[in-house]
């Protein structure tokens, strides 16, 4: 079976562009989170969606958005990008509960 | 609010050898999963284990054990028979069982690096 996917791998933007991450669960998953680590930390908390309906909010600003489709695939977006915003970005998916399993990650860069 | 501790930066051990890598953790909630995951340097995230706070009995995959000690919130990692391949970062990670998946609070990682 195909694990979480993640695209693209990696992107570099310019500051002030709009980016979109996506992001594909294990089959049979309905829950997909977020997450962002900045070079040298522990992966912080961005969005829970769980059947399609967001379930938690981390600490970010109103540029960041995201949305859970019917097939359970997700979207991260980003809007007006700053040069803090380059890091790595992590989706999980995991069942009702239990063990999560991430993917490769997409590595953006903001220059 | 959720908080993990792993108090080690960084740990050495001698391949064959086992290591122990701390984590502590702090929540007033009952029912909540603890996790712990590999990160080699290429980035991904592997999944290794998951002990949840209702489960009598610590958790075992493969050369990975969870060390559960719920009275001390303590969820330490035991890797035995340690490998070259097994230098890489770990963190740990805790969540809350409410249903509808996983928001995962992590810790500030321990790099483990294994030795000839």
């Known amino acids: 079976d195909a694990g979480v996917t993640q695209s693209p791998t990696h992107l570099i933007k310019t500051r002030g562009q709009h980016v979109t991450l996506r992001c594909s669960p294990i089959?049979?998953?309905?829950?997909v989170s977020w997450y962002q680590q900045v070079l040298g930390q522990g992966p912080q908390f961005i969005f829970q969606?769980?059947?399609?309906?967001?379930?938690g909010r981390g600490n970010f600003p109103d540029r960041f958005s995201a949305r859970q489709f019917p097939n359970y695939s997700s979207e991260l977006n980003v809007n007006a990008l700053l040069l803090g915003d380059s890091a790595l970005y992590l989706c999980?998916?995991?069942?009702?509960?239990?063990?999560?399993?991430f993917g490769q990650g997409t590595r953006l860069t903001v220059v | 609010a959720q908080k993990i501790t792993q108090t080690q930066p960084g740990m050495f051990v001698q391949e064959k050898e086992a290591v122990t890598l701390d984590c502590t953790y702090d929540?007033?909630?009952?029912?909540?999963?603890l996790f712990w995951y590999k990160q080699p340097s290429s980035g991904e995230m592997i999944f290794l284990i998951y002990?949840?706070?209702?489960?009598?009995q610590n958790a075992t995959e493969g050369r990975y054990s969870l060390n559960f000690q719920k009275a001390r919130k303590s969820a330490n990692l035991v890797i035995s028979a340690s490998q070259l391949g097994d230098s890489a970062m770990y963190f740990c990670?805790?969540?809350?069982?409410?249903?509808?998946?996983?928001?995962?609070?992590f810790g500030t990682g321990t790099q483990l690096k294994v030795e000839l």
């Open positions: 999980a998916s995991s069942r009702d509960r239990g063990e999560a399993f």
């Open positions: 002990q949840g706070s209702y489960d009598e």
């Open positions: 089959s049979g998953h309905k829950s």
């Open positions: 969606y769980y059947e399609k309906e967001e379930r």
């Open positions: 990670a805790m969540s809350l069982i409410t249903g509808g998946g996983n928001k995962l609070t």
């Open positions: 929540t007033s909630d009952q029912s909540y999963g």
